[in-house]
């Protein structure tokens, strides 16, 4: 079974910047793709940056492109999502997700295993 956990979030000021990171529990991370997304109460969860398996392809939501860098280290079953120049519009619970398959992706539904989110405030 897999799990997903999520850390690293917390308050942080406007044009601060915050690296979160997402640990694997389960058999073969380093051959699925990963991905995060965020969600404002009130709103649809949206997609922030996807990773391939090995790492050879990223992309990225329009507003975080050259804010956002998401990484992977296979050997230590985790992902990251560093962020920069952060303002008060990123604040939202961010989740980390598992790819049902190894290149990147985009859309919510190509995702099979979610964590619990965790939560990034920025005050302006």
């Known amino acids: 079974q897999v799990q997903l956990v999520e850390s690293g979030g917390g308050l942080v000021q406007t044009g601060g910047s915050l690296r979160l990171s997402c640990a694997f529990s389960?058999?073969?991370?380093?051959?699925?793709?990963m991905g995060w997304f965020r969600q404002v109460p009130g709103k649809e969860r949206e997609f922030v940056a996807t990773?391939?398996?090995?790492?050879?392809?990223?992309d990225y939501a329009a507003p975080e492109k050259g804010r956002c860098t998401i990484s992977r280290d296979n050997a230590k079953n985790t992902v990251y999502l560093q962020m920069n120049r952060l303002k008060p519009d990123d604040t939202a619970v961010y989740y980390c997700?598992?790819?049902?398959?190894?290149?990147?992706?985009?859309?919510?539904?190509?995702?099979?295993?979610w964590g619990r989110g965790t939560q990034v405030p920025v005050s302006s």
């Open positions: 997700a598992k790819h049902a398959r190894s290149w990147i992706g985009v859309n919510q539904a190509e995702y099979n295993f």
């Open positions: 389960g058999r073969a991370f380093s051959t699925y793709a």
């Open positions: 990773i391939a398996a090995r790492g050879s392809a990223t």
